[in-house]
């Protein structure tokens, strides 16, 4: 029996910027009103939780429990807590649904206002933190830190699936896959026979690939810069794949002369502003200079720096593209995520193909180095 004590458990701990993950042992209090403390079982790693030991995020701060895209069981509920109870199987959500916002009530959106501008970053609703370790307060990650044997999240922030659901690939609905299938599905809304290219051949951008082909795209082109990920982005719909490095002119010529002016639907799954838009005649790849005019639409998926930003000459939207972006696929979280743990239940996409690596979770440094290197798409840590 844990529920209300406060529970020592081990933790990968980010300390600073640019620093390696740290097992540690750390305290985690238990719920408060409107929280839920879970026991994590299973957590991949993303570009993401990459991203943010590069300090990329804005307003994140250290020492930080990071993790984001994981799955686990409730140990515990707090006060008011109606939606769940001991022993449901939940998955973190990094994009809540309070379900009263303005925007929650919106068909048109998934970005929760009240998770977004009312809640203080890093910390729970009322300003503090569950986590300590060795005496320090410990930050949380995107609404959720999944990087730990036992977290404590928001009511909003997580939601229940099936409790026969076999755990283990499922935490990748909690991100990687959803952010890329969806951002195809909902976000573009590719139609049938439609020309896709997806930029950025990792998880969320292989996932992007499944998305098209799911949504009856006739040609999807795989961008990427290593060509070790070609061959799975063609087993999961990619009819074909350039590397950019290949080329000696800009690789949007290369694609506006291969697609007949440009494609339909891009997809920036990266996250480098440079590979965005490209002023003009750069080497560099740019996902909205390989639109058509009059109807090409690029959305950006990949998180880019919070420093950094794109300019470009207003004619390339005057024309007729469009620019947009989704966080989680579009996805409205609380209601979509038990539907996609169901499809794939019933196997309706097949998103096992994106777990390349398993690892015990003190591993966790070593799965990090399989995704810097380029060799893993996505790797489990099994707690
Ligand atoms: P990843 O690191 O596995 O994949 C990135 C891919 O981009 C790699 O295959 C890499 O070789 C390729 N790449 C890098 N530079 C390139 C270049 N100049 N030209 C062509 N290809 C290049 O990362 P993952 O997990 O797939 O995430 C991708 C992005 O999506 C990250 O920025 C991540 O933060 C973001 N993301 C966004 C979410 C959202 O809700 N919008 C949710 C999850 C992730
Ligand atoms: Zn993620």
Same mark, same amino acid.
């Given at each position: 029996e844990t529920a209300g004590t406060v529970i020592k458990c081990r933790a990968a701990v980010t300390w600073c910027v640019n620093e390696p993950f740290s097992i540690e042992v750390v305290e985690v209090a238990p719920p408060k009103a409107h929280e839920i403390r879970i026991k994590m079982v299973y957590t991949g790693i993303c570009g993401s939780d990459d991203n943010a030991v590069y300090g990329k995020f804005k307003d994140m701060q250290f020492p930080i429990i990071l993790g984001h895209e994981g799955v686990g069981i409730v140990e515990s509920i707090g006060g008011g807590v109606k939606g769940f109870k001991p022993g449901d199987k939940v998955i973190p959500l990094f994009a809540p649904q309070c379900g009263q916002c303005r925007c929650c009530k919106d068909p048109r959106t998934n970005i929760c206002t009240t998770a977004r501008m009312e809640r203080p970053k890093g910390l729970m609703a009322d300003g503090t933190s569950r986590f300590t370790c060795k005496g320090k307060k410990i930050y949380n990650f995107l609404n959720t830190s999944t990087f730990t044997?036992?977290?404590?999240?928001?009511?909003?922030?997580?939601?229940?699936?099936?409790?026969?659901?076999?755990?283990?690939?499922?935490?990748?609905?909690?991100?990687?896959?959803? =952010?890329?299938? %969806? #951002?195809?599905?909902?976000?573009? !809304?590719?139609?049938?026979?439609?020309?896709?290219? /997806?930029?950025?051949l990792g998880g969320v951008g292989l996932a992007a690939v499944m998305g098209c082909k799911a949504a009856g795209a006739s040609r999807i082109i795989g961008v990427d810069i290593?060509?070790?990920?070609?061959?799975?982005?063609?087993?999961?719909?990619?009819?074909?794949?350039?590397?950019?490095?290949?080329?000696?002119?800009?690789?949007?010529?290369?694609?506006?002369?291969?697609?007949?002016?440009?494609?339909?639907?891009?997809?920036?799954?990266?996250?480098?502003?440079?590979?965005?838009?490209?002023?003009?005649?750069e080497w560099r790849v740019a996902a909205i200079n390989s639109s058509h005019h009059g109807f090409g639409t690029t959305v950006i998926v990949g998180v880019s720096a919070a420093n950094k930003t794109i300019t470009f000459d207003p004619m390339i939207f005057l024309t007729g593209? =469009?620019?947009? %972006? #989704?966080?989680?696929?579009?996805? !409205?979280?609380?209601?979509?995520?038990?539907?996609? /743990?169901?499809?794939?239940?019933?196997?309706?996409?097949?998103?096992?193909?994106?777990?390349?690596?398993?690892?015990?979770?003190?591993?966790?440094?070593?799965?990090?180095?399989?995704?810097?290197?380029?060799?893993?798409?996505?790797?489990?840590?099994?707690?």
């Open positions: 044997e036992y977290t404590v999240i928001d009511e909003i922030a997580a939601v229940k699936i099936d409790e026969n659901t076999a755990l283990d690939n499922i935490s990748l609905i909690g991100c990687g896959f959803s =952010t890329g299938y %969806g #951002s195809a599905l909902n976000a573009a !809304k590719v139609h049938p026979g439609s020309s896709c290219a /997806v930029f950025g290593n060509k070790g990920k070609f061959g799975l982005a063609k087993e999961l719909g990619a009819t074909e794949c350039i590397n950019p490095k290949d080329y000696d002119k800009p690789i949007q010529q290369v694609l506006v002369e291969q697609t007949g002016g440009g494609l339909d639907y891009v997809f920036e799954c990266i996250g480098d502003t440079e590979t965005m838009q490209a002023p003009t005649h593209r =469009t620019l947009t %972006g #989704s966080v989680f696929g579009g996805w !409205k979280p609380k209601d979509s995520v038990p539907k996609l /743990v169901h499809d794939y239940m019933e196997k309706k996409f097949d998103l096992d193909k994106l777990v390349t690596h398993r690892l015990p979770f003190e591993k966790i440094n070593e799965g990090f180095d399989y995704l810097r290197k380029g060799k893993s798409i996505r790797t489990i840590l099994r707690f």
